[in-house]
């Protein structure tokens, strides 16, 4: 079955700086690749997604690319700022498999 | 307003006593799931279900079993409750698996 890592566990940045997110899946049949942002309490909220056939993808100060080959994804935040702090969770699923994996999370902590 | 909803938020109970959390949707979703947050473990599916009358064993499904005899409602029922069950609950809810989850807010369970 689909294995996801993710890495950083923590990630800690200064505000204004950039920060980035790694993480690699195992199934090669994978099409999906969601990012969740949980802030301290609250439950998980998608905030960009890219699927297998786009290497890149950006919303605002959020991107994503995605490396088919090396079969990895980063979730880049630039201008971080201190409502950025929270944890971040990627995932991998593909229309086969019928499931949804999520990595174990990075803590990220924008400080002022 | 389209949400999942979940209930209850809080639930402290003693070991043995069987318990259901409830879980609905209001946006006519197919695919319904059950995640338990754990530290440094992130979110581990136990148990997902792709229509109604259709559910599937997700990583952690022992000590759990759930029902889909509505499309809207998805409960999650623990039979008979053991302190390792205590965790935190989320259910979540797509269009599909290569679609955006919704979380409800979770349940937080204390089985002592």
């Known amino acids: 079955g689909e294995n996801v890592e993710q890495h950083p566990s923590t990630l800690s940045v200064q505000e204004g700086d950039s920060a980035v997110i790694k993480c690699t899946y195992s199934?090669?049949?994978?099409?999906?690749f969601p990012w969740y942002k949980q802030e301290l309490g609250k439950r998980p909220q998608l905030i960009i997604d890219i699927r297998s056939n786009v290497g890149e993808k950006k919303d605002q100060r959020i991107a994503v690319t995605l490396n088919k080959t090396a079969k990895h994804f980063s979730l880049h935040i630039t201008e971080t700022q201190p409502e950025d702090s929270a944890v971040y969770f990627c995932?991998?699923?593909?229309?086969?498999?019928?499931?949804?994996?999520f990595g174990t999370g990075t803590r990220l902590l924008v400080s002022p | 307003e389209a949400q999942v909803t979940q209930n209850p938020r809080y639930l402290i109970t003693v070991t043995g006593k069987k318990l259901t959390v409830t879980c609905s949707q209001n946006?006519?979703?197919?695919?319904m799931s059950w995640y338990r947050q754990d530290p440094g473990l992130g979110l581990r599916q136990i148990y997902y279900s792709m229509n109604v009358e259709v559910t599937d064993k997700g990583d952690v499904p022992e000590g759990y079993k759930v029902s889909r005899k509505e499309k809207r409602n998805f409960p999650l029922i623990l039979e008979s409750p053991s302190p390792n069950q205590t965790s935190l609950y989320f259910c979540?809810?797509?269009?599909?698996?290569?679609?955006?989850?919704?979380f409800g807010n979770g349940t937080r369970l204390t089985v002592t």
């Open positions: 979540a809810s797509s269009r599909g698996i290569n679609s955006p989850l919704h």
């Open positions: 995932a991998a699923s593909n229309t086969g498999f019928q499931k949804l994996v």
């Open positions: 199934d090669s049949a994978s099409n999906y």
């Open positions: 946006m006519n979703h197919e695919y």
